[in-house]
């Protein structure tokens, strides 16, 4: 059995009245499933890791990403992370899980659903009772640190190169007026992966390059601004700064954002519909594109588009009498 989707009704409550007062079977097995210390346990754990998690979150959900930001967060979420791990029986004052075993005992509170080992209820017979001591010392090490190490593990793996990607923030507006030795470090770190070209130029072009962040065209954008401008192959700035082009085109391409992954899931909802569940391929494609990129709806030529379709011989038919358009008699 998997939980998958948090609700706001208090479903150990409700499931105690179900079993206790209509016998129902069903009902019984759930509250069997969460009427057990590890289950509340990791109910707790989980109220106390995921606010830290949605803080590192909430950062890939703006579409103009502060790299800097990124290069600060992670390591601060790992370390809180870990602080809890390392915690161990000993959790900060204002956690949850300082407060499991006191709600556990509140006649008020949990006290009142018979929250034992889930061994106890899978077991037919008596049995020795475990301390509480002795649920957690096993909560923590069948659930509680492994949990720890896969997660930590996940997140090292996915920001393998965080100096390299807070390196970018050298294009931002703010590098302009900040520790200069910090920049030259970013700039010398990102041309010996990405260019070819000596690094005396690209720091050549840097002295340049920010004077146009202080008092050039540059100075009221954000970063993303300023690395679009200076990535187009429309404008000039690709031969005054050819190598900071480069690094600008470069970190574009990262994909540190989820909002136009986001977006294309929402269009994706909204053209796939019911009534057309078959559309997909190609037209699927075309239809997301339009619905992104495409004219607002009002400006659409629908009388336009009918012409068009109905050019070729259609079986489908419209219900006015008498159309022109389907030749509809």
Request: proline share 5%; net charge positive.
């Amino acid at each position: 059995m998997k939980v998958k989707e948090v609700k706001d009704t208090r479903w150990l409550s409700l499931l105690a009245e179900e079993t206790e007062h209509k016998k129902c079977p069903t009902a019984k097995g759930l509250y069997g499933f969460l009427a057990t210390y590890r289950f509340v346990a990791l109910v707790y754990l989980q109220a106390d890791v995921l606010p830290h998690i949605s803080r590192l979150s909430r950062l890939f959900q703006k579409e103009n990403v502060n790299f800097l930001a990124l290069k600060v967060q992670v390591p601060v979420t790992m370390a809180c992370l870990r602080a809890i791990k390392d915690a161990g029986d000993h959790q900060p004052p204002g956690s949850f899980l300082s407060k499991l075993h006191a709600d556990l005992d509140n006649p008020a509170g949990l006290g009142a659903y018979s929250i034992v080992h889930e061994e106890e209820r899978n077991k037919r017979g008596p049995r020795k009772g475990l301390t509480r001591e002795e649920l957690w010392g096993r909560f923590r090490s069948q659930v509680m640190d492994p949990y720890f190490d896969g997660l930590l593990e996940s997140l090292e793996r996915r920001f393998q190169n965080l100096d390299l990607l807070g390196a970018f923030h050298v294009l931002s507006p703010q590098a302009a007026t900040g520790d200069e030795a910090i920049y030259v470090a970013n700039l010398q770190l990102l041309a010996g992966k990405f260019l070819q070209a000596d690094c005396n130029e690209v720091l050549q072009e840097w002295s340049s390059f920010k004077q146009q962040l202080i008092v050039g065209p540059f100075k009221d954008l954000d970063q993303q601004q300023v690395m679009q401008e200076l990535a187009s192959e429309v404008g000039e700035w690709g031969l005054l700064y050819p190598s900071l082009s480069k690094l600008a085109a470069i970190g574009l391409t990262i994909p540190v954002s989820s909002v136009n992954c986001e977006r294309d899931f929402s269009t994706l909802n909204r053209v796939k519909t019911d009534l057309r569940n078959r559309l997909q391929g190609e037209h699927l494609a075309t239809c997301m594109r339009l619905s992104i990129n495409g004219p607002p709806t009002r400006d659409f030529p629908f009388r336009r588009a009918l012409e068009l379709f109905f050019k070729t011989p259609r079986k489908i038919k419209c219900s006015q009498a008498g159309c022109q358009l389907c030749h509809h008699h």
